[in-house]
T-cell receptor
Framework: EAGVTQSPTHLIKTRGQQVTLRCSPI?????VYWYQQALGLGLQFLLW???????NRGNFPPRFSGRQFPNYSSELNVNALELEDSALYLC?????????????FGSGTQLSVL | DQQVKQNSPSLSVQEGRISILNCDYT??????FLWYKKYPAEGPTFLIS?????DKNEDGRFTVFLNKSAKHLSLHIVPSQPGDSAVYFC????????????FGQGTRLTINP
C-alpha cells in the first residue's frame, strides 16, 4: 500500500512569489491535513480538508490556502511568499471514521524562500 | 501559546539503557495523547498513544505514562537501540479528533553505542 506522497521534495523561491505544494493521501483516506514545521518549532496545524471541503484552519494568514480534489488529493498554495515561510511542509491523511485517528504523514516539501 | 511543550530539545542515551522523553501540556481538555517518531528526510510516523482514561500504555519496548494531575506524559524506551535515534514529537488532542492535534517542538534522541 502506497503511503502519503508529496511533491516536490524541495523548492526554492524568492520573496513575493507564489508556490503550490501537492499531496496524495493513502488510498481510502478522505481527510488531508497540512502542517508547517519551521526550524526549531513543532508541527503547526495549517489546514484540514475532508470530502472536498475545508473543515478547519490554523492560525495562519489568508495567503495560505488550498483545496481538495474529488480523488482526495490536495494542494497547498502560498501567495506572496515571505522569508519566514521557509519551512518543511508536511501533509498527512487519515480515515474519516471518527475521533482520534492516527495521522499518516508524507515526507514533506522543504521550502526555502530567499 | 505553546499548549504542548517538550522542554528538552535533545537527549543522549547509551545503547541498552532506558530513554525517557518528557512532555507537558496546559490544556485540561486534552484527552488523547500520541507520540510520533521522525527520521531525517521522512515524515513523522505514529509510535504509541494513550487515552486519558488510562495512565499507562505499553507496546513492546515503548511505554507511555500519563499523569493527568501534573499534565505530564512521558515515553520510556527500554532497552534503547541505535535505530531509536530520531526526533520524537508528542501530540495531544481534545474531543474533535485528529484535526485538533497539537504538537510539541520535538526532542532529538541520540543513542550512543
Amino acid at each position: 500500500e502506497a503511503g502519503v506522497t508529496q511533491s516536490p521534495t524541495h523548492l526554492i523561491k524568492t520573496r513575493g512569489q507564489q508556490v503550490t505544494l501537492r499531496c496524495s493521501p493513502i488510498s481510502g483516506h478522505t481527510s488531508v491535513y497540512w502542517y508547517q514545521q519551521a526550524l526549531g518549532l513543532g508541527l503547526q496545524f495549517l489546514l484540514w480538508y475532508d470530502e472536498g471541503e475545508e473543515r478547519n484552519r490554523g492560525n495562519f494568514p489568508p495567503r495560505f490556502s488550498g483545496r481538495q480534489f474529488p480523488n482526495y488529493s490536495s494542494e497547498l498554495n502560498v501567495n506572496a511568499l515571505e522569508l519566514e515561510d521557509s519551512a518543511l511542509y508536511l501533509c498527512a491523511s487519515s480515515r474519516r471514521t471518527g475521533d482520534n485517528e492516527k495521522l499518516f504523514f508524507g515526507s514533506g516539501t522543504q521550502l526555502s524562500v530567499l | 501559546d505553546q499548549q504542548v511543550k517538550q522542554n528538552s530539545p535533545s537527549l543522549s542515551v547509551q545503547e541498552g539503557r532506558i530513554s525517557i522523553l518528557n512532555c507537558d501540556y496546559t490544556n485540561s481538555m486534552f484527552d488523547y495523547f500520541l507520540w510520533y517518531k521522525k527520521y531525517p528526510a521522512e515524515g513523522p510516523t505514529f509510535l504509541i498513544s494513550i487515552s486519558s482514561i488510562k495512565d499507562k500504555n505499553e507496546d513492546g519496548r515503548f511505554t507511555v505514562f500519563l499523569n493527568k494531575s501534573a499534565k505530564h506524559l512521558s515515553l520510556h524506551i527500554v532497552p534503547s537501540q541505535p535505530g531509536d535515534s530520531a526526533v520524537y514529537f508528542c501530540a495531544a488532542s481534545a474531543v474533535g479528533g485528529a484535526q485538533k492535534l497539537v504538537f510539541g517542538q520535538g526532542t532529538r534522541l541520540t543513542i550512543n553505542p
